[in-house]
Structure formats: C-alpha cells, structure tokens
C-alpha cells in the first residue's frame, strides 16, 4: 500500500525516523529532523526543519494536524530556535510549536500555539487553546492557560500520572495503526 508522506531532504539534511516510528499518512517531514523510539506523528502534521533542527524524543506523540518549525539566527537569538521536544512529551491535534524546548513529559494541549524561545520544563502543561508567547516558561509541574498564556496553578500528581498514561496509550495506537496500514 502506498500512502501519501513526504520525506525529504533539504540543504543536504535529510530526516532520521527511527524504525519503530509511526508516521500517519498526509505527513510532511522534512530537513534536518531526529525522530525517536516508539514516536507517532499522526494524520496531516508538517514537520519542516529547513533553517535548524527539530529533535523529537522517544514515545513522544505528535496529534493530527499539528505544524512544527523552527527559526534561523537573528539579533535575539543568535543561535536560532531549533525545536526540540523530549521523551514522552504529548502535543494536542492542531497545535503550532514554533522555536521551543519542551523538556521530558511536556503537555502541550489542543490548538495551542508555543513561540520562539520558549520552555515547557518537564511535567508541565500548556492548557488547550493557550499562546505561550516568545521567550516564556512554564516551571515544572505547572499549568498554563489563555492568550496570552499565564500561569493557572501547580499540577497535582493524578494529573501527571495521567498525561503519562496519555503517553502509553498513543504509543500503543501508535503500534496499532501502523500495523493496519501496513508497509508504507
């Protein structure tokens, strides 16, 4: 079966899927992008590292729809923003990550967008809907929420161990589609 993704390289960079990865049909990966162990990046997302690097960590999912970037150097940041998200980070349908860190078990909730400079430190969560604007960061443990983004409250440990549970469950459709697709 063929279905529609597009891998490609771009200035001589080219992305690295590892095996275990699943990529839905109507993705669009390309340029210099590391993907991890037991990573899904589900229906439609555009993941389009042509100015740095976009580094996806293991059993990280990437929901439908989402669009993923990065910048190139400037007066601000004169490294540029690559994007790099961590282990076991859940990013919500349609989000818009953009030139940010979100570090191990991130949230990053639905139609959400996360700017450049960014930080989502690990266990912390950006509420559906929400704009984290440039240079923000959510401390562990924290959730925040609106547009502009603020800080809503601290997480309680059920809510953490729930976000993991997210992590496990989309590793395992992750798994389930892939099979039912078959080889792409």
């Given at each position: 079966m063929r279905h529609d993704i597009t891998i490609a390289a771009i200035r001589g960079k080219a992305p690295r899927i590892h095996d275990t990865a699943f990529i839905a049909p109507g993705c669009r990966i390309i340029g210099d992008v590391e993907i991890g162990p037991d990573v899904s990046i589900w229906y439609n997302c555009v993941i389009r590292a042509d100015v740095n690097r976009i580094v996806i960590g293991a059993r990280t999912n990437v929901q439908d729809g989402t669009v993923i970037h990065c910048d190139s150097p400037d007066a601000k940041y004169p490294e540029g923003c690559p994007t790099l998200l961590g282990e076991d980070v859940l990013v919500g349908h349609m989000a818009m990550?953009?030139?940010?860190?979100?570090?191990?078990?991130g949230f990053i909730g639905l139609s959400t967008t996360v700017m450049n400079g960014c930080v989502i430190e690990s266990d912390g969560m950006l509420a559906a809907g929400a704009l984290l604007t440039p240079g923000k960061r959510i401390f562990s443990g924290q959730l925040w929420g609106g547009r502009p983004a603020a800080y809503m409250r601290d997480l309680t440990a059920k809510a953490k161990a729930d976000m993991q549970e997210g992590v496990a469950h989309y590793v395992e459709n992750g798994r389930a589609h892939k099979s039912a697709l078959g080889p792409a």
């Open positions: 990550i953009h030139g940010c860190t979100v570090y191990d078990r």
